[in-house]
Every structure is written in C-alpha cells, then in structure tokens.
C-alpha cells in the first residue's frame, strides 16, 4: 500500500482524513503547518501528497505545491479546496498551480478515496 | 519640455474633468457660430436701423474678420474629434487656449475697426472673460486678462497719439472722443477693474463648481469601495464558519461510512440527521457565498452559451434526485430561432440548477416537471412548471426576498434556508433578464397547484 503525506492546519480533518486512508491499509503521515509539511515529505519521500489550499495564510497550499515542484518534487498532489466551487474561483487542474486534483471541503470519504486510488493508480503506471 | 500643468490638481476624475471641459468647448463652437451670425447682421442691417455708415475699409475689415471667425471655427469643429484625454498630447484644455487666443485676436480687429475706445463692442471682452474663466486654469486666464487689458490699452493710446488710423463709425458720436485724454484713462481703468474682478469672481465660483463635483464623485467612490470592503468582510466571515462545519461534517461521513465500526440503527438515524441539518448550513453558507461574488463581481463573463445545453447540464447534475423522486421530466423546445444568449456560464448553470432543484424539492413522488422554451421578441422565454406544493397567493410577491420561505412549506418537513430563490434572481437579473412565478400552474390539479417559474433572457 502506499505512503501518503497529509499537510492541513486542522486537526480534525488530519484526524478524519488519516482514519479514512489508513482504513483503506495506506500508510498516512502529516504535518499541521506548510514547513513541517515540506521537512516530512523530503524526510519520507511519499507516494502522495495531500495539501489544505488555506492554512495560516490564504494560498499557503499554493505556494508550498509550487515550492515541491520548483525543488523537483513529482509527487502527485491532491489539493483541498473550501471554496473554490462554491465562488467560482474554478482552478482546475492547470500549469498555473501544479496539482494534480482537487477535493472540496468537507471531505466525503468515498470521494476522497477514489482520489486517491486514481492518483495512486496513475502514478504507479508512470 | 517640462511644461507647467494646465489641468488642477484636485481633478483626479479625469475622465469627467475632460468630459466637461469638452461640453464646454462644444458649447463655445455652437456660440461662435451665433456670433459669426450677429456679426452678419451688424455687417448689413445697422446702416438701416440706426444711420450709420462704415468706411469701405471697415466694411471690409469687419466682412474679412467675420469669414475668418466662420473659417477658423469649421477648423475648430473638425479638430475636437482629435482631442486626446490625456496631459500629454493636444488635449480639451489646449484645445480651449487656442479658441481663446484666436477670439481674442478677432475681437480686437473687430474693436480696432469699429472705434476703439468710441466702439461698444469692446464690452465682449468682459464676456469672453467670463467665458474664459470657466475652462481655463487660474494662471492662464490671469494671464490673458492682464494681456487684454494691455493689448486694448495700446490700441487706445496708439489711436489717441496717432501712432496708428482711428477707425470711427460715422453717425454714431457728434464728437469722436478718442483723443480726450482723461476720458480714455478713466474709461480704461474702469475696463481693467470690471475685467479683473469679472474674472476673478467667475474663475472662483468655476472652480467651486468644479470641486462640488469632484466631491460628489470621491464620496460615490467611496461608497462603493466601501461595499466592496464590506462584501469581501461577509466572504471571510462566512468561510471562517464554514470550516468548523466542514470538520464536523467529515466525521460525520467517517462515523456514518462505518469506518470506526458498526453503527445501531437508532443512532444512525438521528446521525443521517445531523449530516442532513449541517448540509443546510453549508447551503446556506454556499449561497451566502454566491451572492457576495455576485455583488462584488460587476464584470460578469459573457460568453456566447446555449441555453438549452445550460438546461441540459444543470438536469444532469441532478438527476439522482430526479431519478429517486421518479419525476416525470420534460423539456419542450417551440423555439424557432435557437440563437445563443450572452453571459457567465458559471452564475447561468448556478441559476437553473438553482430554479430545478427547487421544482425538484417541491413536487411529490412521481410528480410533473415541465420546461418549455419560447420565442419571444428579442429574447427567449423559459418556464419551469411543476405540479408541486405550489405558493400561496399571498407569498408570491416575496419569494425573492433573502431568507424567505413559503407559509406553506416552512412546517412541512422541506429543507431550505430561503436564499436560493434570491440567487437565482440576482443571477438574471444582471444578466438582464426577468424572472416571475405562477401558482397555480398549467399542470394544477385538485390537490397539487404547482407552480411556473417564468424566466426571459434576451439572446444575441
């Protein structure tokens, strides 16, 4: 099963994610801030990497999916996102943000895992 | 070349400030024309009216100076369409100053020619001063009073000391004055007085004008900046809320998906609850949401979309609710002219699934859904019928008000925190189009009124 590394600044949704993926046999570390998250995903090299769009500042995810890919990190990303849908700020999957899919908070397991299946799957074919 | 500004400083608006000074100069033309029209008339009918006579070289000073004014004023009307708004560039306040220098110039031909001091044309002056006032910074019309009064001076001096050929209009004066020297001095010192004050009263009460306006314009600045300010505040303060509830409802979906073990069916129920009343908080949170970016967001997208795809998607989201419900669903199209519509795709498919989830909520199992779509002048007609709960006459009026729910829906069970309706009307709106309700609908029947939503929108 896979490593994946969980980057969110609350804890419940740490917690909730992590149960889901581990439920599911994965492997799940996590990081509560954007500079833990970088040090535990170049410590344990992970299969995935899972990123709060919004932690202490608005766009921390954003900057620190950028700061994974410009350092040559290829993992894939999957991004959570609380409002993007709901105001119309459609990121979609583009070269402007360099991740790999989106969830929108609140998370629905089934969802989540299916996410991460795909990436997963998608990433062992490379 | 570092030239000193002409346009003042409290004119941030400068899009109004060149506006006006435009109006005006327009204004300017349209009075010259007159002018040139009076002149024409002085030229032929004030040897009739009033028994004066010109010399044939004041006749034809005075036609020549008239042709000119006409000439340079066809040139005058040609060049505003080359007017650049901006500081650099030939702009409206240049174009005012070369009106003004070349007004100036023909109306002292028109003075020299008509007597000078003896000529009661050179009261125009204190008109064109006031004129001047009202378009030109302060320095310039200073400026060109100062230069006035010296330039008519000389003419007046030079006339009296023989320097150069009096004009005079025979039959108008018994005894030319032009050569009493204290009757010159004092008429031009009283001529400089009235010029400077005429003028500095008039560049005041301009510039005070001028200001008001600006004003006006900053505080509407404001006001809107403010509701900007106060919209983005709503979006924080919202999304603050929302996070928490997400945290809750993530739990939730854990405990309810059995992920931390079995569940008995007692607290399952009372569970499936709980997720059900925290999703009408994010409903609500989303609408809330949409309807500070529909506020914030002045430039909708416009894109050229077809409505009928727009159903078509909105349906297709959701259609597990249609299939569980085992609606009947029908879109009649009696369009001829299927051209697109104008507008923001994501508010449009907000909008419509907005108005079929509702019909969704409000009709019973097996019940009746119906679209048609219409030809209308200038647009295109939806309506959205169902034979559901329907609204009560006296509700109609304010189902589009925020947080409003039916008299006859708010006990019943129907979940609804009352602002889909408003989005939805926002939404056509600025799309400019309409939307009204109907209950009973076409498709009532003895316990069912149902209700139409009727929507325009206009099409390209």
């Not at chain 1, 490593?3 to 994610?17: H, T």
């Not at chain 1, 410590?43 to 040559?72: C, W």
């Not at chain 2, 909008?351 to 009709?363: A, L, M, P, R």
């Amino acid at each position: 099963m896979a490593k994946i590394a969980i980057i969110d600044d609350d804890p419940d949704i740490l917690d909730a994610s992590s149960l889901v993926l581990t439920s599911k046999g994965h492997e799940v570390i996590t990081a509560n801030n954007p500079d833990d998250g970088y040090k535990i995903v170049v410590d344990n090299s992970p299969d995935l990497i899972i990123l709060d769009v919004m932690m202490n500042e608005p766009d921390d995810g954003f900057f620190l999916a950028q700061k994974f890919r410009k350092n040559n990190i290829t993992t894939p990303i999957i991004m959570y996102t609380s409002i993007s849908k709901t105001i119309g700020m459609d990121y979609g999957v583009n070269e402007m943000v360099p991740v790999d899919e989106y969830v929108e908070k609140p998370i629905s397991p089934a969802q989540l895992i299916q996410k991460v299946e795909k990436l997963l799957h998608k990433h062992i074919e490379r | 070349m570092n030239m000193v500004s002409l346009i003042p400083p409290w004119a941030q608006h400068y899009e109004e400030f060149w506006d006006s000074i435009k109006a005006r100069n327009s204004w300017f033309i349209k009075l010259r024309y007159s002018a040139v029209l009076m002149l024409v008339v002085f030229l032929t009918s004030t040897r009739l009216l009033f028994r004066i006579s010109f010399t044939p070289t004041q006749f034809y000073a005075i036609s020549s100076i008239t042709l000119s004014i006409f000439l340079y004023n066809i040139i005058l009307t040609r060049l505003q369409k080359y007017l650049k708004n901006s500081e650099e560039g030939f702009n409206p306040v240049h174009f005012s100053i070369v009106q003004m220098i070349l007004d100036l110039y023909a109306l002292c031909l028109l003075v020299y020619y008509t007597g000078g001091i003896e000529s009661p044309l050179f009261l125009l002056f204190i008109f064109h001063m006031v004129i001047g006032s009202m378009i030109l910074p302060r320095f310039v019309i200073y400026s060109s009073a100062c230069l006035v009064i010296i330039v008519f001076s000389a003419i007046v001096f030079a006339e009296h000391f023989g320097l150069i050929v009096h004009h005079g209009i025979a039959g108008f004066l018994k005894f030319p004055f032009y050569n009493n020297l204290s009757f010159i001095c004092v008429s031009l010192a009283v001529f400089a007085f009235v010029i400077i004050i005429t003028v500095m009263l008039a560049n005041e009460m301009a510039n005070r004008l001028y200001k008001m306006e600006e004003n006006l314009l900053d505080s509407l600045d404001k006001l809107n900046a403010a509701e900007i300010e106060k919209e983005n505040y709503i979006t924080g303060v919202v999304h603050e809320i929302k996070t928490p509830i997400s945290a809750v409802q993530s739990y939730l979906d854990l405990i309810l998906g059995k992920y931390l073990g079995p569940l008995s069916s007692e607290i399952e129920t009372r569970l499936k609850r709980t997720r059900a009343r925290s999703d009408e908080a994010i409903q609500m949170i989303n609408n809330i949401l949409k309807i500070s970016r529909l506020k914030l967001l002045d430039d909708l997208g416009k894109e050229e979309l077809d409505v009928k795809r727009l159903i078509g998607s909105a349906h297709e989201k959701l259609k597990m609710q249609i299939e569980a419900k085992e609606i009947n669903f029908t879109l009649i199209d009696n369009r001829k002219n299927k051209r697109k519509i104008l507008g923001d795709k994501f508010l449009l498919e907000i909008g419509f699934s907005n108005i079929i989830s509702n019909t969704i909520k409000y009709v019973d199992k097996y019940g009746k859904v119906v679209i048609t779509m219409n030809d209308i002048a200038d647009g295109i007609e939806l309506m959205f019928c169902d034979n559901g709960v329907g609204i009560p006459a006296g509700d109609i009026d304010s189902i589009f008000q925020e947080f409003f729910r039916g008299s006859n829906i708010r006990h019943k069970g129907y979940e609804g925190v009352g602002l889909g309706l408003t989005v939805v009307k926002q939404i056509f709106t600025k799309h400019g189009g309409t939307i009204r309700v109907e209950s009973p609908s076409s498709l009532q029947d003895e316990t069912h009124p149902g209700t139409c939503f009727i929507i325009t929108l206009p099409i390209i």
